[in-house]
């Protein structure tokens, strides 16, 4: 049996390093980058243009079929989703960056289901870059179809609700943050766990084995914290630009 740094040393194939970041200083700033996580972020972005052009190359509308297919899908699923909460006509601003989000983050979920890689979810940078974006879009909406009276929900109905109001409105990034951060990260953590039970058969295919054990469950999670953080944008948007009465 071995222990969690001993595994993590054993599938470290790449070389990220001993201590996991690149120091840069821009005059008295410090500045540390994770070199795993902005490999692992470019090569899923890298991904989902390669899944866009392969949809959208050699479109057919009377039959559609392989990435297009997919795509079409996945597009009327989310579009139900945002109509469902929202105005359809201030939801189609926001339907392509939904959509753009749940398969960037599905992408990055998987990719850690390949041997010697990681996902980039599992680094709360990632997700909280993605929970920012979330927490300005819920702005720019509202600001956008209600103008500067839609910051009147701070103190509706009553104006001592404003601390309350505030500490909702912030409390949104993190909990997005932190729910798909530690979801991922236990997912592969538990692999880990799963390899260091295995012995001597840690490194065997670059972890093949561990993630082979825990495939369907972590292709599952994958899809799941996809949606609920697609889900939960399209909720917080749609109540910034509701009409209340």
């Known amino acids: 049996m071995l222990s969690l740094h001993e595994v993590e040393q054993q599938l470290n194939v790449w070389g990220w390093g001993a201590n996991g970041s690149w120091d840069m200083y821009l005059g008295n700033t410090h500045l540390a980058f994770n070199p795993k996580t902005l490999i692992m972020t470019w090569i899923t972005m890298v991904l989902v243009a390669l899944f866009g052009i392969a949809a959208t190359r050699s479109m057919n509308m009377r039959k559609p079929k392989g990435a297009q297919n997919i795509l079409e899908l996945l597009w009327e699923f989310i579009r139900g989703l945002v109509n469902d909460n929202m105005d359809p006509k201030k939801g189609a601003a926001l339907l392509s960056i939904v959509v753009t989000y749940f398969i960037f983050i599905l992408f990055s979920n998987l990719i850690g289901l390949v041997p010697t890689l990681s ?14 974006c979330t927490f300005f879009i819920i702005y720019i909406f509202g600001i956008r179809y209600k103008g500067l009276s839609y910051f009147k929900h701070y103190i509706q109905p009553f104006v001592f609700f404003l601390p309350i109001v505030i500490i909702e409105d912030f409390a949104k990034p993190i909990t997005l943050t932190f729910r798909l951060y530690g979801n991922i990260y236990g997912g592969e953590v538990l692999i880990a766990v799963l390899l260091g039970l295995l012995g001597g058969w840690t490194h065997v295919f670059g972890g093949f084995i561990g993630s082979v054990v825990w495939l369907a469950f972590s292709i599952f999670v994958g899809f799941i914290q996809a949606f609920i953080f697609t889900m939960l944008s399209i909720a917080y948007v749609g109540q910034a630009v509701a009409d209340h009465h």
């Open 119 to 132: 996902s980039p979810t599992a680094d709360y940078n990632t997700t909280l870059g993605l929970a920012l």
